[in-house]
């Protein structure tokens, strides 16, 4: 078909919801008619030159086989199709025969729409398609739609055809009709800007995602290819990937049979999915409805391509259920096992955080992997995803667990930065990343980061948020720098120093990835006992608010009657919104917390009136005075208890004395252990937090180190890349700005994020102060222009 005749079919579609639903449906409304009206007389113009054979075997099947139930299999034999439609009527039929009576179209219409085949009905009930053709019997514009989808001067049908006046109608091949079928989606999508793109990637995005998927291994394709999409909306990426390898006429024209499959969230958007299945000669039942995330529908089927535009910035909420049960993973396919910084592997979550379930879905293609033995090939990934993939999350987190999991597997081959505004729902910057767990000898070890951002041609209109695109030029470029793993940088003009075209840099796998390393500084305590803050101890630190206005509200009846005031305290917790648990609101209105603290608050009296309200530099000496006052008091604490006295009364200074934590005696095995362990010499010790010491305040001897309690408030992290020691990168970088800090290595993490920020950012020089001044005296002069010419002073 020409793109003459493929733009007057859509037209002459287009206008049926102008001519006959503009007064019935408000504008953003036609897509529920028109869409499955092409789907249902594509369908039916399938289905005329079978006509005869479908209602000969219903015949078979009714009158001499006595079958009480339809043979399936005979039905599509007679049809030719996997669908198949047993009523009498065509919509040709039902046109012809259709009189001014409303009730008997109507009639005639769902008697039709009853006859087919469940497959087809499944799609009818997805579109809510007898609503409508209801909704328009009742305004008597049911026939005029049926008059124009049923128009000799249109042919939806395979055949060709003439028109009343003779003129040839090409017949409309499959492929012809999924385009047909894209271009009104396209335009609905279009006209409703606000779901403009949800589910429809631009053709020249997917256009690129094939080329770099099948291109490289066009050689190698297997006989039978499977091609999936997790979030395969309205099908444009399954059928453009068919499209590609078997296209006669394209760089491939592979003879091998290809397979489609995916899984849609949406109904409409399913059913507009699978009719196009049906419609171009595919399986519809690989099409499957429902999340993905909820439920693994294609549980131990691989794949040998994948391709998708999943939803990102959606949160995934309402399906975290089925993936954890608490912190754990209940899902298979989003679990993963990864080394710690010692080596030793475990299980650990790979689920992003629940406001964007992106990465998601590139999980539930990564379990989808073909092993490279079944194939010979394995499987290749093209997935589109915003920014937030690339580096969200911390070290440890699911989002950097998935990133390691990916690039320590040597999975990922390359990402590319697609140009900002290229999609029709949002003018973010977006990224296509390319996986594969067959990467050819050149790239093991590797991943290539291509930044096309300006690389793109201007549209000469906006469609929604897009208005530029790539070119045929700008795909081969991309591609060509893809396949041939080049380095090459933008291209910069002299004159205005701007860049454009694209740059491309290749990456070893281990330069994504850091240690997220904790450093640690001692604690430092001052301690002083005043009234003031041991006052601090009548109220338990978690329920402070409510037991302090309960006090001041009720004084010392809080301890002598507090039943008769249980009502104004939980009256005032709900007040304050507060939401509290059950559990602490019992405890809040029960005397056996308030006698608790007010124990613990005269305990903290009795302590004070031995020791005095001297302040304390040295918290060390002021413990072991307190230990051994309480003994002498014969008074007994909890450890519990004890730190609430002893937070009540000390605050970090860093003119204060450090604050012990143990004495500890390595040496012998224990020694070599924890130099190991630590990956360290003995001088490095104190490095760690070991520090060499004699014992109960002797000179220092071989084998006894002192520890310190540490500081939260002044605790950092450091992130050290992989190709670094961390050892070396403290002594470097921390040691010579803070001389008593000491690495946590216990609390290190293995992170990994992508920065194409860092990686492609372009240092421009600064405008001299000459070229600054003459612009500012510019804008001075043109200002008082307009002012006097405003005040009319010229």
Known sequence: MTQAVHNKLVSFIWSIADDCLRDVYVRGKYRDVILPMVVLRRLDALLEKTKAEVLEEVAFQRNEAKFTEWDENGLRDASGYVFYNTSEWTLQRIHATATNNQQILLANFEDYLEGFSPNVKEIISKFKLKSQVRHMASKDVLLNVLEKFTSPYINLTPEEKADPEGRKLPGLSNLGMGYVFEELIRKFNEENNEEAGEHFTPREVIDLMTHIIFEPVKDQLPQVMTIYDPACGSGGMLTESQNFIKDEDGEICATGD????????????????????MIKGNNPENIRVGSTLSTDEFVGQPFDFMLSNPPYGKSWASEQKFIKDGKDVIDPRFRVRLKDYWGEESEVDATPRSSDGQLLFLMEMVSKMKPVHQNGLGSRIASVHNGSSLFTGDAGGGESNIRRYLIENDWLEAIIQLPNNLFYNTGITTYI???SNNKSEKRRGKVQLIDANLLFQKLRKNLGAKNCEFSPAHIREIVDVYEEMKEVEKTIHPETQEESGLASKLFDNSDFGYYKVTIERPKRLKAQFTEERIAELRF????????EWAYQEFGNEVYTALDTHVKAIKEYCEKQELNLKTKQIHALTHPDLWQKQLELLNTARRLMAVLGTEEHSDFNLFQEAVEKNLKSLNIKLGASEKNAIYNAISWYDENAEKVKKALIKLSGDKLEQTLTHLGCTETDLPDYGFYPTGKKGEPASRGWFQTYETE???????????????HNYFLKEVKPHVNEAWINLDSTKIGYEISFNKYFYRHKPLRSLEEVTADILSLESESDGLIREILNLV
């Open 258 to 277: 290809v397979y489609l499959y995916g899984k849609e969230i949406n109904d409409e958007t399913y059913a507009i999915c699978k009719s196009d299945m």
């Open 433 to 435: 990343w390319i996986l």
């Open 540 to 547: 338990d630190k978690s329920l402070r608010e409510p037991m």
């Open 712 to 726: 939260s408030d002044l605790r950092d992290t450091e992130n050290v890349p992989l190709k670094d020691s961390i």
